[in-house]
């Protein structure tokens, strides 16, 4: 609002606007999904050390299965003490003390995949980190689905995080990693949308990762398995391919995570996470 000879003049909206960004569902679904992609990362690593190993193809249990591509063991070393190694196809490497061998209290070195602090229930305990895995499972299904259906409804999968086609020209993603590498995000009327590389990734995670997570998941349910004749392991190429996507796309999610809270706490901490629990974000003032 500017004044000239006493004259009140509207100039529009103050600069550094706090608009409405994220709807109510939207917020919900986020934070139960949030909640429970962190359960079933711990819940699921638990489950993963009954058995420390990923194979290709239908079936997997053997250590000298031609399948097993990934592993997380341990080995004699010299001294009768043992070391934790991880194997990616023909790649070793030595992780002793974080993956493949534990320290337990009493100092004692014991053979384990995923160490007992980063697993829930902390302690080896198979059936307990099954049923909570399960919990969380249809917790994440059902708040999905209420994420998809209300995002389709109200159109804010399609405008508001699908890549606008305008968006994907090469000349506006090189713009925008330009701005992520010298970390000046646009502020005012340019902040009220998400930009080309921030729609990407939500749209990677949305539509690709999260539902190969399910797919994934009752592909490994015995009860689904019988009731769909084994469709669901079919289209990864068997259950125990199913399982191993299962895990590869953990290990996505869990990048995308890093990142994804990297970018909330350069781009402002305060106003990114109050908008995801109010709705109400501040674009900021409009750049000179
Ligand atoms: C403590 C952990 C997390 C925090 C603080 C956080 C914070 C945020 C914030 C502030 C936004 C809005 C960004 C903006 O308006 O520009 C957002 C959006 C989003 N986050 Fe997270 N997030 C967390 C965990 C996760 C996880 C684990 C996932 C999934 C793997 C995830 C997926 C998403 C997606 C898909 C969106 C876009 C939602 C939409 O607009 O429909 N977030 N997050």
Redesign the pocket.
Known sequence: MDTVANVRIDTGPPPGQVYY??RLV?RLC?WI??LS?LFLVMTGLNIFDAHPALYWGKYGANPDHQSRWFEIGAMDAPGGAIRGVTRIGPVMIDTSGVLGTQVEPDGSVIDQGFPDWVTFPHNRDLATARRWHFFFAWLFILSGLVYFVH?FATR?LQD??WPRLKQLRPANLWHDIVIHARLTFPRGAADRE?QVL?RLA?AG??FVLLPLMVLTGLSLSPGFNAALNGFLPSLFGGRASARSIHFIVMDL?IA??AV??LM?VLAGPYN??R??ITGR?DTGEEPE
């Open positions: 960004r994220h939207t986020h999904n949030a992609l995002g804010h508001e995080v998400y921030q939500y995670v949305v999610l995308f995570t994804h809270l909330v990114q996470v908008s995801m974000y």
